[in-house]
């Protein structure tokens, strides 16, 4: 089992952001699709997972943009805020029972007031979308996931739903979450264990590693975002938390 830890690859991406803002210039509102990934003559088709969501298999090889496109105001606000915190494969191997898995880990923080977000946590509201690099496009790509709230304890243990049925988040802390990657929403060429890697594994440059995309959405945040601002129109405002490993050009976005 190992972890990525997100400040690694901040550290890393600094002598390399000159770099990545001229190839992302570039970027024009068509998805670009990866020479070296083949997408079949006949697209791959979006298909359900066993666990609930859907796999978006149809996004193979295509590489967009790492951040969604806005679905309101107040997207890029800091309070409330989702942040990556890391992730880890783990394999079992042949002698230990379960299979392999990719978790992704991440935090809500708020701002001065708590926020009251309803159990389960996210339900079915969740998406992750992983990148690989080079114009690879998409190596894996679930919606309608849901979240796993754990402890701060080393594996991450859930959390019991409190009596409320809510969990809060108050200024200073963090609610601290986990979210499965399932099997299959992996595109072929790939597998939980090696959706993440480099390219070349050995690299020091973070322009050759996966880029990782989690995003949440709940009714609570659009109403803390307009309790926040004042913004009597809430319907403008953006209901979901965005978090995205690492952005070359934030200008762009």
Request: proline share 9%; hydrophobic share 35%.
């Amino acid at each position: 089992m190992f972890r990525v830890s997100l400040r690694s690859w901040l550290i890393l991406a600094v002598p390399v952001v000159g770099l990545l803002v001229l190839t992302y210039s570039a970027t024009t509102s068509e998805p670009r699709v990866s020479a070296e990934w083949q997408v079949p003559a006949e697209r791959l088709q979006d298909s359900p997972l066993p666990a609930g969501g859907t796999a978006q298999l149809s996004k193979c090889g295509v590489d967009d943009w790492p951040r969604p496109v806005p679905r309101g105001k107040g997207e890029r606000s800091k309070a409330p805020q989702l942040v990556l915190t890391s992730w880890d494969a783990y394999d079992p191997g042949t002698k230990s029972p379960g299979k392999p898995r990719f978790t992704v880990h991440a935090a809500i923080r708020t701002g001065d007031r708590p926020l009251l977000l309803d159990a389960p946590l996210a339900k079915g509201r969740v998406t992750v979308d992983l990148y690989g690099p080079h114009g690879e496009g998409s190596r894996a790509s679930a919606r309608g996931l849901t979240a796993t709230v754990v402890d701060s304890g080393y594996m991450g243990k859930p959390v019991k739903t409190p009596a409320s049925g809510s969990f809060r988040v108050d200024p200073g802390k963090e609610l601290l979450l986990d979210v499965d990657v399932p099997a299959g929403a992996v595109c072929p060429g790939h597998n939980l264990l090696d959706i993440i890697k480099c390219s070349p594994e050995d690299t020091n440059d973070s322009a050759d590693c996966p880029v990782l995309t989690l995003t949440l959405a709940d009714p609570a945040i659009r109403t803390y975002r307009a309790e926040t601002t004042g913004d009597s129109a809430a319907g403008s405002l953006s209901d979901r938390l965005v978090a995205v490993s690492l952005e070359p050009d934030t200008s762009q976005v």
